[in-house]
């Protein structure tokens, strides 16, 4: 059997973008912060294809 590796958490990405549903961002979020106050390593970040300028 191999050894576990531990890499760190693990990166997710939403994109958020005009005329998504709020449903398509929350939803992800919230599986991920149940999945986090279980034990499992997530870093979640939000994406905006909107300018900033």
């Known amino acids: 059997m191999y050894p576990k590796v531990d890499r760190g958490p693990r990166p997710i990405a939403v994109l958020v973008f005009d005329g998504v549903r709020t449903l398509d961002v929350t939803g992800p979020l919230e599986v991920f912060d149940v999945a986090r106050s279980l034990g499992c390593?997530?870093?979640?970040?939000?994406?905006?294809?909107?300018?900033?300028s």
Request: glycine share 0%; charged share 0%.
């Open 41 to 52: 390593a997530y870093t979640i970040a939000l994406y905006s294809t909107a300018n900033s």
